[in-house]
């Protein structure tokens, strides 16, 4: 059963970069899809970025451009590049890994974007 972990969430100003990783158990890369969504209080899921087994890749548009989703398979970790933050990118971040019978969830880590 496939596991991840996620890291690098905080604090940072606006202008400012931050890396998120999400470590996987096993060999994760044998999906259907993987990447990001974030939700902040008081609102709807979103999703983020994604690519698929192909490399097909999508960014919602309001990170587009400032944004990149990334894999190491050797590691069997995806990274989430997020860079020109904004406080509207406030929000718990979480990735998934959708496959044909299940998806797997990490744990969320919190992205906060203040002066």
């Known amino acids: 059963q496939v596991q991840l972990v996620e890291s690098g969430g905080g604090l940072v100003q606006p202008g400012g970069s931050l890396r998120l990783s999400c470590a996987a158990s096993?060999?994760?890369?044998?999906?259907?899809?993987m990447g990001w969504y974030r939700q902040a209080p008081g609102k709807e899921r979103e999703s983020v970025a994604g690519?698929?087994?192909?490399?097909?890749?999508n960014y919602v548009d309001s990170v587009k451009g400032r944004f990149t989703i990334s894999r190491d398979n050797a590691e069997n970790t995806v990274y989430l590049q997020m860079n020109s933050l904004k406080p509207e990118d406030t929000a718990v971040y979480y990735c998934?890994?959708?496959?044909?019978?299940?998806?797997?969830w990490g744990q969320g880590t919190q992205v906060t974007v203040s002066s």
């Open positions: 998934y890994a959708l496959y044909e019978k299940a998806t797997y």
């Open positions: 096993g060999s994760i890369f044998s999906f259907n899809a």
């Open positions: 690519f698929s087994k192909g490399g097909w890749t």
